[in-house]
């Protein structure tokens, strides 16, 4: 029996509180999220609502919840989409080497030239901002981080002993990419899938903060910051609430990350 | 010598082969914009035969290919072609955006160092340590933290009480270098701590490994101090993951650099391309997007090349 | 004595606070012009009785005992000290021949940073001392080599970067800790005989760390067999060698090749005649 990490006790946590309140914000939240109700804007937490109203009078609680639906489901609709295209191109790289291993990690070096913000903005002058936008945006990005590490993983697998019997047996490449390239590889991939959609919220919050991201009256956590700098002095919660909403999904799951790490590579224990 | 020089120029052609791509896909992209340049710049009531005037003076009625290869050879020649909204050469407003934008980017790079450096070194000296957890819990929370919110708790927590560096804006280099300096500085030190959370880790985790090598001990039965085997044979080695993270986070670094001169109001490259998206200025757009990504390929070249310098090893393998 | 341990006892202590002996009280001593052979399994204590030694066990370790060099307790010294004797009175050659070198900086500086460590001489100086020695330890083309980086070498110059390493300041103890298990065997012979000649050119005491009885029985005058961090054996080569009295050196020599075995049984082998 292994003991469980306590980075991943934390980050789990974090992570499905978050999970929870995002899922449970498309149901329920204490008072509607775009709810305008000007006799109460700008109240600091505790005087109305659990984190207090913002400058249409709408619950910060609320739409915290509702923001965590949007950053969650923008950057793991991202990753999913980044996430699957990179290791298949990383894998399949790996496993066919040579020329089409050249053409296609050149392909990879061009995409990681595009920051999510500059792929937003090119592809913003085309679509128009929104979740799409986002969405496609961080996914063109994750791409390549994906490629490389799929790729450098898996060919860690080719190198081994057993591989070469594998070989020897008569098995095609593909039965073998599908029968020990991949299970071998996936806790590595989903340890990956942790960290960077942490990172992918990052970068929706700054998409979003830009006015890049999704439409209003849809609440998001970077456009509560962006609304936030009129009114820095009349009300700072609406500076540190959203904020420390991001800051915390963002450090569980880097906490779920390193924890699953932890959990599954024993060296670097 | 030419040990050196060879992996050199092999990856000189692939950089120039990656350049033609990413401007060829620039370009690609700015075809399938909605909406006429000649449209956007002498608005919606404009004649029908002034339009086309305007269309054909911009080279716009040429087919795609010929167009793409114009803007190339522009590009060599320093010509990026005219803005539509601003009555300046595009290859004008970025240079005079960059005396923000690099002065920023480079306090950044230089604090973001400054901090991780010795915190990561000192850190690793005594793992579990008072220090170590200490830099380790800074670059946890360091690295989940937006730079732009960052930026916010700087406004509010030292420009807004102290006054001691401006909430916003840039007077410019002209009107005095201390007031340029000191608008810079708080944008940089957002900029910086994500990023010096980062290299904080790799830094200890490098110095740790390294650390543990047998040549290490090898210098150590020479008789050399602890603190001459770190900055002599340590350091050197520990530098190269360093270095390659520095690398790789400056795409991050592009990307914060857009968000937190939107904060502070600071005329740089990137609140360029956000206005310049904003009023529809797609020739603004497509050469500023270039040039960060020209940026970014030019500095992962110039790391691959450093290795080749820090690691001796490198030049044969390839 | 030059070198004189008494009843060296070394502990490691793991995270959780446990401690685990390693070293159960081992006793030698090694004079000027002498070999002294330690043989053992892998795991026996060999290499952390050289580390205790120059004193480079790591800081969980728990040392007691005495480890007399030319009088002078090393168990006591500061860390100043220390890296004052380290180098220049006590010189270590380690295992990996591979991995025990600098990758990222010149041989040449390698060696000649023994020197500028301990003596104030100039850059220049130091070169030209360093090359002296890399002849000394008859590496071909040493002056091209100086310029080289440690990948560029074969295991065997690797070793003999090391040797002219720790003898760059002529200690007065050499501690070869498996100095030719990484190599070929034509290599080992070649790395035992300038060892071998060091010892009577110079005159400094050598102790020889090795788990082939073989290595030992070359040039070792007398030797030490350890299991399990004990001394099982102590005692002048050749007598060990034709009259094992313990159960563990039988099984020692029994695991040699036969060749070997009968050489040590056919040649009246004194003292000086192994040389």
Redo the contacts between chains.
Sequence with gaps: MKRIPISLMIGGVITATLVIAAILSQFWTPVDPSQINIMHRLKAPGVEGLLGTDHFGRDSFSMIMAGAWVSLGVAFSAIALGGLAGTIIGVTAACKRGRFEAITM??V??L???????SA??????LGAGATTTIVAIAL?MIPVFTRITRSAALQIWARDYIQAACMAGKTNIQITLEHVIPNISSQIIVQVAIQT?LGI??E??LS??GLGIAPPTPSWGRM?AD??TY??LA?HL?YV??IA???A??GL??LGDGLRDLTDPKRK | MHCIAKPIAKSLSGLIITLLFVSFIIFLVMEAVPGDPAEIILGMSAQPDTLAALRSQLGLDRPFIERYLHWLTGLLSGDLGNSYTYSTSVAQLIVERLHVTLPLTGLAVMLSVLISLPLGVTASAKPNGIVDSFASAFSQIGIALPNFWIGLLLIIGIALTTGWFPAGGFPGWDNGFWPSLKALMLPSIALAIPQAAVLTRVTRAAVIEITNEDFVRTARAKGATPNYVLWHHVLPNALIPVVTMLGMQISVLIAGAILVENVFNLPGMGTLAYQALAQRDFIVIQNVVLFFAVVVIFINFLVDALYNILDPRLRIRR | MMLDIKNLKVSFQNSKGSETEVLHGINLSINRGETLGIVGESGSGKSVLSLATIGLLPANAKITGEILFQGNNLLTMSEKQLCKLRGANIGLIFQEPMTALNPAMKVGKQIAESLRLHTKISRKEAQQAALQLLEMVKIPDAKRKMECYPHEMSGGQRQRVGIAIAIALKPDLLIADEPTTALDVTVQAEILDILDELVTELGIALILISHDLGVIARIADKTLVMYHGNEMEHGETADILRRPTHDYTKKLLAALPRRTRLDFDNVPFAQGELK
Excluded: K
């Design positions: 050149r392909i070096d061009v990681f030239a595009f920051p999510p913000v500059l903005i090119l592809l913003a002058a085309i990005f942490g990052l970068t919050a700054g903060f830009l910051l936030s700098q820095f002095s700072p500076v959203p904020g991001i800051c915390l963002v450090l880097n906490l």
